[in-house]
Every structure is written in C-alpha cells, then in structure tokens.
T-cell receptor, first 108, second 112 residues
C-alpha cells in the first residue's frame, strides 16, 4: 500500500549536473532503499540505509535519511546519460511501501 | 546464480481465461514479493511471503487473484478469471528478509 510521495515526479538535467530526488513516508521504518528502473525492465537495487544511519555513499550516489521528518533524499553527482531512468524509494517497517518514483532524464 | 526467473515474459489472453505467472527465487532467499505495475497506479505490492508463508496479502485486488509457494524456491500468481483491467507488468522479487530485493524481468500481461 502506498503511503507517501516522491518529488519531483520528473526531473530533466544536463549531463554533468547533480540530480536530487526526495522521498517522504508516514510510518516508522527499519530501513529505506532506493531502486532504479530502466524503461521496460525490472527494478535494480541501488542502496540501503538503516533507520539508525543518517547518510550513506555508494560511488556517485549519496543518500540521506531524516527519521524525524520521515524523509530521504538521493543525490546523483556528475550525472551521465546512462543515469536516465525512474528512481523509487522503498521503506520497510511494519508494511512495505514503494514510492511513486521520479523520472530522471539526463540530456547529453 | 541466474537471478530471479519469471515466466512467461509476455502473455496475451482473452477475458475470462485463467492466467498463471511463475517465479523462481534466488537460491538462499527466504522472502518473495509479487508486484504489479501500471502507468495509472504505479508499482503496487500484491503479496509477500516469508519462509513460504504469506505475510501480507492486503494488496491482492480481489478473490480472482491467488498466490502460492509450493516450495522454498518457486511461486505462482494466478488470475481466474482474467479481466482487461488486469493488464499490467507483474514483477516478482526475492530477498533475504528485510534486505535488498532482487527483481525478475517481469511478465507483461495483456488481457483483451
């Protein structure tokens, strides 16, 4: 069941710029995960951040988590055309929730 | 490991027919998730299993949908009878409980 939102719904940037996507949720969580989906494909796991963590890095990805505000952000630095995809956050607590996704377009 | 395997990849059927979607989990994973994705409703969790036991089926649309795990590595999602509004891409995913989920390639279902 869906219980939160992601914003923006769509984002278009130039190659080399940074992209920031936000996710909000409503209930307490054990962890929050970010996934990427290329058109017509299954989702691919990017990064997991636990509820007691505030920030996590993986390559060009940086995720922050603010449990007091029930929000998370995903930052992709130095974007590439290959980063064009939809990005979803997923929270895991008493229920499982996937956000509505942000469609990112990186223009070469 | 070949990852999560789904079959068929595409299914076209007529309204009223029974549809069975299949999923093979990654070896060693103990959680299985079925999702449905449409443009209108996005990605919806239908049901998930842990250690072969259904934990949350609140996302199953109605009695026409049923899911089973006859063993630890295999699951089916059945729609009977199918309706045009069931047209969607159905994904299954497996994980080692609360960890990252590995998604299959999906089954694109079209009900005419």
């Amino acid at each position: 069941s869906q219980q939160g939102e992601e914003d923006p719904q769509a984002l278009s940037i130039q190659e080399g710029e940074n992209a920031t996507m936000n996710c909000s949720y409503k209930t307490s969580i054990n962890n929050l995960q970010w996934y990427r989906q290329n058109s017509g494909r299954g989702l691919v796991h990017l990064i997991l951040i636990r509820s007691n963590e505030r920030e996590k890095h993986s390559g060009r990805l940086r995720v922050t988590l603010d449990t007091s505000k029930k929000s998370s952000s995903l930052l992709i630095t130095a974007s590439r055309a290959a980063d064009t995809a939809s990005y979803f956050c997923a929270t895991f607590g008493n229920q499982f929730y996937f956000g509505t996704g942000t469609s990112l377009t990186v223009i070469p | 490991d070949a990852g999560v395997i789904q079959s068929p990849r595409h299914e076209v059927t007529e309204m009223g027919q029974e549809v069975t979607l299949r999923c093979k989990l990654i070896s060693g994973h103990n959680s299985l998730f079925w999702y449905r994705q449409t443009m209108m409703r996005g990605l919806e969790l239908l049901i998930y299993f842990n250690n072969n036991v259904p934990i949350d089926d609140s996302g199953m649309p109605e009695d026409r949908f049923s899911a089973k795990m006859p063993n630890a590595s295999f699951s089916t999602l059945k729609i009977q009878p199918s309706e045009p509004r069931d047209s969607a891409v159905y994904f299954c995913a497996s994980s080692d409980h609360m960890g990252e989920q590995y998604f299959g390639p999906g089954t694109r279902l079209t009900v005419t």
